[in-house]
C-alpha cells in the first residue's frame, strides 16, 4: 500500500472519528452553571475546546488507521469473512 493511499485513508477516518466523538465531554452552560447569553441555545457548549477535540481524534484516527493497515498486510479479515447473506444465497445440496 503506497504511502499516498495511507495518508487519505487516515484523512477519512480523522474525519469520521471527529465528527463521532464531537458530543462526548461537552457540558451545555446548564451543566457547567455558567450563565448564557441572552439568545442563545440551550444546547450550546460551554467548554468546546477544538485543540483537545483534534488531538483525541488524532490519536483515535491514527489506531484505527493502523489496525486497517495491518489488516491489509497480513489479511485478518477478508471480504469473504464479512458475506453475511452466504447462507440465505447459497442452494441446499
Known sequence: MKITSIVAIYALIWVMSAFIMLPFGVKTHDEAGIAKVPGQADSAPANFQPGRHAFRASIVAAILTALFVLNYIYGW?????????????????
Not at 84 to 92: A, D, G, I
Request: hydrophobic share 45%; aromatic share 6%.
Open 77 to 93: 479479515v477478508g471480504a469473504d469473512a464479512l458475506n453475511l447473506f452466504e447462507e440465505l444465497l447459497s442452494t441446499p445440496t
